[in-house]
């Protein structure tokens, strides 16, 4: 099937960037997604980015897209304790049917 | 605008019982999607509706089914209830079909003892 892969773990420094990175396999993906999830909550979408934009910037974050590599990375510029969660990577072809990766935990150290 | 609400937030049930889990999608939302999130397999998509008709199905037995109703609203329902379908079930609501992003509610969180 197709795969989105996530590295799981990642550890930084209050003030620092942080940078999740994610592969997907599927090339037809149409839509790529970063979701976060907090302790005990849902998913909350943070942004997305369609398959024909390299770069989408949203205040702290900032998102690329390789898409020849089927590569993609969240940038959480100014990283604060308030950033520690569990993000999400999904892509999707029709925005419906939507394949996640296994998630990458966030710590923030002050 | 309301966001995406599901009920019950939390259910204990035994094994060989049914359960039914209800998600409201966000006013004017007419897509629902299902998703189960466990330790083990992570977000895996179980059904979507639109228009009260499904629309699209993940690869889940058939104990787990689901319906939406005139206003959108959908429950879905798991029959036959095994422990390794303690997890927490996500539904997202989304405009329409293919467009658009999903919005996701909290989450039922099923434990089957």
């Known amino acids: 099937g197709e795969d989105v892969e996530q590295s799981l773990f990642l550890s930084v420094r209050e003030g620092d960037s942080s940078v999740i990175n994610c592969t997907y396999t599927?090339?037809?993906?149409?839509?790529l997604y970063w979701y976060k999830q907090e302790p005990g909550a849902g998913l909350q979408l943070l942004t997305y980015?369609?398959?024909?934009?390299d770069m989408k910037q949203d205040q702290r974050l900032t998102v690329l897209l390789n898409k020849k590599d089927k590569h993609l990375s969240l940038r959480i510029a100014d990283t604060q304790t308030g950033d520690s969660a569990i993000y999400f990577c999904?892509?999707?072809?029709?925005?419906?049917?939507?394949?996640f990766g296994a998630g990458t935990r966030l710590t923030v150290k002050p | 605008k309301a966001g995406v609400t599901q009920t019950p937030r939390y259910l204990i049930k035994t094994r060989g019982q049914q359960v039914t889990l209800s998600c409201s999608p966000i006013?004017?939302?007419?897509?629902v999607s299902w998703y189960q999130q466990t330790p083990g397999q992570g977000l895996q998509f179980l059904f979507e509706?639109?228009?009260?008709?499904?629309?699209n199905k993940g690869n889940f037995p058939g104990r787990f089914s689901g319906r939406q109703f005139s206003n959108s609203r959908s429950e879905m329902n798991v029959s036959t209830l095994e422990l390794g379908d303690s997890a927490l079930y996500l539904c997202?609501?989304?405009?329409?079909?293919?467009?658009?992003?999903?919005?996701f509610g909290p989450g039922t969180r099923l434990t089957v003892l």
């Open positions: 999904a892509e999707s072809e029709n925005n419906n049917d939507m394949r």
């Open positions: 509706y639109f228009s009260e008709t499904q629309r």
């Open positions: 599927d090339s037809s993906s149409t839509y």
């Open positions: 997202a609501s989304s405009l329409r079909l293919g467009t658009d992003t999903q919005y």
């Open positions: 006013s004017g939302h007419r897509s």
């Open positions: 980015i369609f398959s024909n934009m």
